[in-house]
């Protein structure tokens, strides 16, 4: 399974799937569904007022032929401006998306600005219709994916963007992630002498400790820590580590 990496505010990294290719489809499936109920409603709404309108009055061929033109332009541009309005509007979901939990988001976990709004929904020319005249819709879409790991398109790749399913890998429990209250007071500020990946081996460490029952090896895992910081503490060796884990998220987290 392709996964992305999506830092958050906590100073953690968050693992998200990729949204395959059978969401992304059933997705537009869905959209296209919609577009189906839009131009149903319309045709009923409007077939008695065209025909009444343009076929009952005295008007001539080319008025007439003008007024339907300017009706299906008017009828087609929410239709063709659908998935970015959507995605502009909805923080990168269509309502296809959102029935199927599945956004579109920046590579870096950022929400995409409206130019790249622009850039993925001007570019779906190529990776879906322009891919009909060739073969079916979508094949180039298709195809691009295929030989990413990203799940990108010519679209995403072009705008930095990709689409992600919205289901957690990681959860906050896999991380070093330990919630703080705004009032929280540091007890050990040598904190700033660890490292994302020595917090987050300890946090592992710890967790096995704890699981396993083995004061053994949270016992040094509490020397290796103070050994690095030069902390001394008569805290019991669980509360010294659950105290540096609060201490480092409470510090990194909040700048």
Not at 94 to 113: C, E, F, H, Q, Y
Not at 190 to 203: A, F, G, N, P, W
Request: glycine share 6%; net charge negative; charged share 20%.
């Amino acid at each position: 399974m392709n996964t992305i990496i999506i830092p958050t505010t906590q100073n953690i990294e968050l693992e998200y799937p990729v949204a395959s290719m059978g969401d992304r489809f059933l997705a537009s499936l869905i959209d296209f569904v919609l577009w189906l109920v839009y131009f149903g409603i319309w045709f009923l709404l409007l077939n008695e007022y065209v025909a009444n309108s343009f076929l009952e009055k005295a008007t001539s061929g080319d008025e007439e032929h003008y007024h339907l033109q300017t009706i299906g332009i008017l009828v087609l541009l929410p239709v063709m401006f659908y998935s970015v309005w959507c995605e502009i509007l909805f923080d990168g979901q269509t309502l296809g998306k959102k029935l199927l939990n599945i956004r579109s988001i920046r590579m870096d976990g950022v929400a995409p600005s409206i130019s790249q709004y622009l850039i993925r929904w001007a570019l779906r020319l190529v990776d879906i219709w322009l891919s009909g005249i060739i073969a079916f819709p979508g094949l180039i879409g298709i195809l691009v994916m295929t030989f990413n790991k990203k799940g990108q398109r010519l679209g995403d790749l072009a705008a930095g963007t990709t689409v992600i399913k919205l289901k957690l890998v990681t959860s906050f429990m896999d991380t070093i992630f330990v919630e703080t209250q705004d009032d929280y007071q540091l007890k050990f500020p040598e904190i700033t002498l660890l490292k994302d990946r020595d917090v987050s081996i300890l946090k592992e460490v710890l967790d096995v400790g704890i699981r396993s029952q083995n004061p053994k090896l949270i016992r040094k895992l509490a020397d290796k820590v103070q050994s690095v910081t030069g902390i001394s503490t008569q805290m019991k060796d669980q509360e010294f580590l659950e105290s540096i884990m609060r201490d480092y998220n409470h510090y990194y987290g909040r700048e």
